[in-house]
Nanobody, 116 residues
């Protein structure tokens, strides 16, 4: 089992920045990749950014150049630095861990609200 806790969400004006953190505990040795996803009201959950064991990253087109995902080497914490925020970035942001067991683990989410 991997337990994930997100933090860092809040209310910010358009153009501002936030940094989200996802702290992992439990069987973190099994983690092969971690990612940030978001779900806006009335929309499906979508990938925002993902980082693998090898350090490879991928981003949604809508956030490229504005968001940066990073992690510590021990997989204890994954970060999402969000700059130049837009109202359309408003959503609940979830952290996901992919494990070598073939099971994904999710956090409960943190709300990001960007005002215009």
């Amino acid at each position: 089992q991997v337990h994930l806790v997100e933090s860092g969400g809040g209310l910010v004006q358009a153009g501002g920045s936030l940094r989200l953190s996802c702290t992992a505990s439990g069987s973190i040795f099994s983690i092969t990749a971690m990612g940030w996803y978001r779900q806006a009201p009335g929309k499906q959950r979508e990938l925002v950014a993902r980082v693998t064991n090898g350090g490879s990253t991928n981003y949604a087109d809508s956030v490229k150049g504005r968001f940066t995902i990073s992690r510590d080497n021990a997989w204890n914490t994954v970060y999402l630095q969000m700059n130049s925020l837009k109202p359309e970035d408003t959503a609940v942001y979830y952290c996901k861990a992919e494990s070598s067991y073939g099971v994904d683990f999710w956090g409960k989410g943190t709300l990001v609200t960007v005002s215009s």
